[in-house]
């Protein structure tokens, strides 16, 4: 079945605008999941929804970045007045649920973003 | 949070074992283990977990020390594909934020042909 999608894969932003990326999670996921991912390090915990309520925003860097997602299935992270620090790989997971021993959190390609 | 602690890199050749270690001497009784592997230019994606028996599944085996403070993930007969970073992870199933993931930097998984 499809996984998870993320668009676009690739950005270039000049620094000082604004950026969009696009989470489409598995279909009848409860969960979603954004994390930043610097070059050469682990991923890094951004914020959580559970269906339609973002119950975590504790990892968003600064009020420069905003999630949403309104009917409970597709999510944006949105970037505003991006820089230069914020060039990494943007990636999206769901799972079926948000807790349990056994839940597996599965991943999309991720979004690498440039910021110039 | 418990945190783990991972070789930066290990070489293997093409057909052979794959022995990969991870210390976590703070483990807590509710931290279950948890193996996630990057691929290049690719999401993670879920290898296995286990809480303190040995665990088997189609990708690798899981063996965890008695004490828990440390694990090997095993690759039985690494391929080509196998080359990957992989992700040691503890989640701590006792907080109510045991969704987030906290991830150190991998091991990277060399395999030579």
């Known amino acids: 079945g499809a996984g998870v999608s993320q668009s676009p894969r690739y950005k270039v932003a000049k620094r000082g605008q604004d950026v969009a990326l696009r989470c489409d999670p598995i279909?009848?996921?409860?969960?979603l999941f954004w994390y930043q991912q610097a070059l050469g390090q682990g991923p890094e915990f951004l914020t959580y929804?559970?269906?339609?309520?973002?119950?975590?925003k504790s990892g968003l860097p600064s009020d420069r970045f905003f999630a949403e997602r309104p009917e409970g299935s597709v999510s944006t992270l949105k970037i505003q007045r991006t820089q230069q620090e914020d060039s990494a790989v943007y990636l999206c997971?769901?799972?079926?649920?948000?807790?349990?021993?056994?839940?597996?959190?599965?991943f999309g390609p991720g979004t690498r973003l440039l910021v110039l | 949070d418990a945190k783990t602690t991972q070789p930066n890199s290990m070489e293997s050749n093409e057909e052979e074992p794959v022995h990969l270690p991870c210390n976590h001497s703070?483990?807590?009784?509710?931290?279950?283990i948890h193996w996630y592997r990057q691929l290049p230019s690719q999401g993670p994606e879920y290898v296995i977990h286990?809480?303190?028996?040995?665990v088997n599944n189609r990708m690798a085996s899981l063996a965890i020390a008695e004490d828990r403070k440390s694990s090997t993930l095993i690759l039985h007969r690494a391929t080509l594909r196998d080359a990957a970073v992989y992700y040691c992870?503890?989640?701590?199933?006792?907080?109510?934020?045991?969704?987030?993931?906290?991830w150190g930097a991998g091991t990277k998984l060399i395999i030579k042909p």
């Open positions: 703070t483990i807590s009784g509710t931290d279950y």
């Open positions: 286990g809480l303190t028996s040995n």
């Open positions: 279909s009848g996921h409860v969960s």
């Open positions: 997971a769901s799972s079926y649920q948000a807790g349990g021993p056994g839940e597996t959190q599965y």
């Open positions: 992870i503890l989640r701590d199933y006792g907080r109510d934020s045991n969704y987030q993931l906290i």
């Open positions: 929804f559970q269906n339609e309520a973002q119950l975590d």
